[in-house]
Structures are given as structure tokens and as C-alpha cells.
């Protein structure tokens, strides 16, 4: 257990998001390479990893309800110092996630088919969707349990293990993709579908070893069968801070779809050239997500131990080293997107389509990145509310329009990118006000003498 209501909140921050931009550098080159590997079975494949991606934010909202709420609850059981709080918190989560889990197995291989269908630009996309969900959604299955355990570990302040699991699942990952897609070494070529197995098997040996981890003698977070009972009330409190959090990044997934159905009559190098300049997107925002997974605790743990003083100053630090970092990655995005794209692509309609997506969408990268830091320290004082109102409207912005201008002659995908420029301004906008609301309703009736 780390106590993170003491000392340098720069030091904290830097040495949480540390470990898991350790994890996370090894996540995106894993991303990369696959991506890298896609291209090299041509721009259907890597449109079809693409659609079937989307199903990523899917998993991502439905584990983000259980992750987000788990965090929050275990780092205010920490700030407080009740140890045994912090476990019956982590077995509940446990309980939920094997629960989780096991349906969106049953629902999404039965969904397989038709989700091809309708997402994919023409019938060899869709078949290859087809052959990758077949194996990756028993991998994103797994993700529940994952993302219980770390999300109590994070909670806690210890990122260590977490990084050490992560970056060598992927290095799993990284070293059997090629191997299955190609059939180097065996003679069996498995296509996309291999890249999936590849992800399955990481992911199992990821979430053994965080079990094992969790178990060892000096561990609080032990799994105890008693507590693992199906608690109604403790669930509740669980999905009540985590399920607005789990909406937004469906409305990811909503903006993904929309995007894909727009970009349909465009055929699949559009859709491949959106995915790539998504994939590079996420790659270069990974930084901010390992920085907003530091802010959740850090802030978490102040705010349970009644510090509100420390609970301003961590938003303030985080919010400068978003900008500055983001900053960054625009100027990158802007000097060389053909040179990003390239890496991936070299189909000239691929390239022309990621391109011109980058050089537009890059300019809410900023904006993005402070919307990620407020969202953190609304799940760290137990109300993600203001996040979800802001993400609802960002995706009324986008999605409603979108969908109304591709009825249009003469529609272009650039409008849709430049939607999404607007959009996201216009959710930092509200994202800082609603914060600052938030700051006065609940951090000023504990504000005493500030103590360094």
C-alpha cells in the first residue's frame, strides 16, 4: 500500500504515471506492431482489425463501470486507512467482473456475425471481421477480470506490479502475433485471426499472474470466498460512480460506429485510413491516459484523508503536463502525417484519407487531453456525472450531424473530422466549468489550513 496523501504530489505523479506509461509504451508498440502487420495482408485486413477494434470501447465503457468505481472506493478506503474496506471493496469487484464477463462472452461471440455485417465495407472485410472476433472476444472477456484487479492495485498506489504484468504480456503478445499470422516456424498461417490468439493468450497469462499476485501473504487485496458473495448494495455503489464513466467510452464506441458507417460508400481504404490515423491517435495520447490513471488515486486518496488543498494542486500539476505533452504530439501530427501513415500503409487512398484526418483531428488533441485530467479527478472525488453530461453532448455534436450530412451530394469525411475538432472544444469548455463547480460544492466545506 502506498500512501499518496504525504510528500510531493509532482513526485506521485510522476513515479504512478511512470509505471503505467511504462506499461502503456509497450501497449502502443504492441498496437503498432500490429497495425504494421495488418498492412502487410493488405488494406481489407486492415480495415477489418479495424471494425472489429471498435468493439475495444465497448469492453472499455462496460469495464470502465466496474475499473473507475473500484478505484475510486479502494483509494478513499486507503486515504482513510481502513485496510479491510479496501478488501471487501476488491472482492465485490471480483464477483462482479467473473459475472461481466462471462455474459458479454455469451452475447458478443452470438453478435459476431451480424456486427460484421454491418459495419464492414464490402463481404472479404466482414469475413475477416468474422475470423478475428471469433478469437479476440473470449481475449476482451478476460479484460473484465483484468481490469478488476488492476483497477484495486492502482487504487492502492501500487502501480509496480501492474507494469511489470502488463509489459510482458505484451512482449507475449508482440513476439506470438507474427508467428500465428504468418505461420513462421509452423507452416500454419492463421491470418488476422492469429493476431487475436496472440492477444488471447497474453491476456490469460496477464490475469494469472495479477491473481497470484493479489494472493501472496503480504497482500490485503486476498480473495476471500465470503466476501465474494453478490453484495446488491456495494454493487450498486460500485457501478453508481463507475457507470457514468462507462457510458463515456461508449460514446466512443457510438462515435466509432458512426464513423464507420458513414465512411461505408468510401469502401475500405477509407475505412483503413481511418483506422490507422485513430490507431496513431491513441498511440500518441497513451501519455495523458497513463497520467489521467495516476491522477484517479493520487487525488483519490486525498480526497478520502480530507485534503482538499492537495486535491486542487494535483488537477493543477496534471493539467500542465497535459498541455505541454499534448502540445507536443500536435506539433508532430502536423509536420509529418504522411510520414505516420506510411509506416502502416502504403496503399495511396489509405494514406491520403489518414493524413487528412490527422492534420484536422490533431488540433483537439490539447483539448482532449484536459477533458482526460477532469474526467480523472471527477471518478477521484466520487462523481463522474459531469463527465458523462459533457460526453453526451460532445456525441450529440458529432454523431447527429455526421449522420444528416452523409444524406448530402458532395458529403466528405473531412466533415465529420472537423465535427469532432468542435466537438471536443466544446467538452473541455464544460468539462473545466462543471469542475470547477464540482471544486466549491466539494472541496470548500473541508478547506481548512492549508499543510504542505
Known sequence: MNDLTTGSLARHLFATAGFMLFTMVFQTLYFLADLYWMGRLGKE????????????????ALTQMLGVGTTTLVSHAVGRKDPDGARRVFNQSQSLSLIAGALFLVVGLALTPAYATAFSADAATAALVRQFLWWFVPAMALQFALVAVSSA???????????????????????L?????????????????????????????????????????ASILRLRRDEMAPDAAAWKHLLGIGLPAGVEFALIAVYMAVVYVVSQPFGAAAQAGFGIGQRVGQAGFMPIVALGFAVAPVAGQNFGARLPHRVRATFRIAAMLSVSGMGLFVAICQLLPDTLIRVFSTDPAVVAVGEEY?????????????????????QAMGNTKPSLVTSLIRAVVVAIPSLLLARVPGFQLTWVWYLTVVSVTLQMALSLWLLRREFLARLAPLDGPATT
Not at 50 to 59: C, E, H, I, M, R
Not at 189 to 215: D, H, P, R
Request: glycine share 12%.
Open 45 to 60: 485486413a486492415v480495415a477489418a482489425v479495424g471494425v472489429a477494434g471498435n468493439l475495444t470501447f465497448v469492453v472499455l
Open 177 to 217: 502475433a507474427p508467428v500465428l499470422i504468418f505461420g513462421w516456424g509452423t507452416g500454419v498461417a492463421m491470418g488476422v485471426a492469429g493476431a487475436a490468439v496472440a492477444s488471447l493468450v497474453a491476456i490469460a497469462v496477464g490475469v494469472t499472474w495479477l491473481y497470484w499476485y493479489a494472493e501472496r501473504p
Open 153 to 175: 492495485l492502482r487504487g492502492m498506489g501500487d502501480f509496480k506490479p501492474g507494469m511489470i504484468v502488463g509489459s510482458t504480456t505484451v512482449v507475449i503478445n508482440m513476439a
Open 358 to 378: 490527422l492534420r484536422i483531428v490533431s488540433w483537439n488533441y490539447i483539448a482532449a487531453g484536459l477533458v482526460f485530467v477532469t474526467s480523472s479527478m471527477f
